[in-house]
């Protein structure tokens, strides 16, 4: 879902944000800590699910990793050897011919910037941080909606941190190419209804609940990030999910972010139930938060009967 987010913003739009206090609807706010153990195999923590004759081995995964960075891959190899498919995320897509579109909706985003006259002390975090990002018009953002100035400013902050938000599935799905294991999608839809909703659907406050979110992220700087990353990367669960959220959490003050996220979690639930109708082995990857979270995946298929078991089992 980022993914399309931000190609929306590359094309001339970003996401808002919110200084007053709007209650945020977050799915994966609580997590469920009998799913949150530490790997005791090397590299990053995996999850199984199976049945009496299936086994599908499921990879916790982060929004995003350091550029270049290196992890043990050897259990991720073992368990593609032999595999029936590789089941990745639900997939919001977003074509070439929507680009028209999203230009026209990012016209739709220009604002007058009176909302930095009633939000003083946001107005002044928000001219300092553009102001690093584009300091050949350090006034630039006065001329768009918070929602727009939001997600320029969270696409400047990864770029500046050096992190890449298509590794590590980029890095999975090759491995899993390279040994002719079948990639299959948990679902597809399409991305410009969200888009659009996203766009002509939020109001100001959820603009700038979104600001103060990714403000919070860039002024704290990429420390936390690569910190969670390395933990990620040597299966420390807990300490991977205490990463910072602000990127996800302006997404979910926007209209139907949150419900996206849920059919997310049910399509990847019946994608996972449907593989274990064929006998053998197979690999899954999901971001962990996901996996791990109260409803989320791995929880709901508990919630069916079907055996789940820890990175620590």
């Known amino acids: 879902m980022r993914a399309v987010l931000i190609g929306l913003a590359l094309a001339g739009a970003a996401l808002a944000s919110s200084a007053n206090a709007q209650a945020i609807d977050d799915p994966e706010a609580n997590v469920v800590e009998a799913l949150v153990v530490s790997a005791k195999l090397p590299g990053p923590a995996w999850w199984r699910v199976s049945d009496a004759d299936t086994t599908i081995y499921v990879l916790g995964t982060p929004t995003a990793l350091p550029k270049g960075m290196a992890w043990d891959r050897s259990v991720l190899d073992r368990r593609l050897d032999g595999a029936f498919a590789l089941l990745t995320p639900p997939e919001w897509r977003a074509g070439l011919t929507d680009i028209p579109a999203m230009l026209k909706l990012a016209r739709s985003l220009r604002g007058d910037g009176a909302w930095a006259a009633r939000e003083p002390a946001l107005a002044a975090r928000t001219g300092?941080?553009?102001?690093?990002?584009?300091?050949?018009?350090?006034?630039?953002?006065?001329?768009?909606?918070?929602?727009?100035v939001g997600l320029k400013l969270a696409g400047a902050s990864t770029k500046k941190a050096r992190m890449d938000t298509a590794e590590p599935d980029k890095?999975?799905?090759?491995?899993?190419?390279?040994?002719?294991?079948?990639?299959?999608?948990?679902?597809?839809?399409k991305a410009m209804p969200m888009i659009k909703g996203l766009v002509r659907g939020h109001n100001e406050d959820a603009g700038l609940t979104c600001l103060s979110e990714i403000l919070d992220l860039t002024e704290v700087g990429p420390a936390s990030a690569r910190a969670a990353a390395d933990a990620w990367a040597q299966g420390r669960v807990k300490d991977a999910l205490a990463g910072p959220r602000g990127a996800e959490r302006c997404e979910l003050a926007l209209p139907g972010v949150s419900d996206a996220k849920r059919q997310s979690v049910d399509d990847e639930v019946e994608a996972l139930a449907n593989l274990l109708k064929t006998p053998g082995h197979a690999v899954a990857y999901y971001q962990m938060r996901g996996l791990v979270a109260e409803n989320g995946v791995l929880d709901k298929l508990r919630a069916r009967g079907i055996t789940v078991r820890t990175p620590g089992d």
């Open 128 to 148: 300092r941080a553009w102001a690093a990002v584009e300091p050949k018009k350090p006034e630039g953002w006065k001329t768009w909606k918070p929602l727009f």
């Open 171 to 189: 890095a999975i799905e090759r491995a899993a190419r390279g040994r002719g294991v079948k990639v299959r999608s948990a679902g597809t839809h």
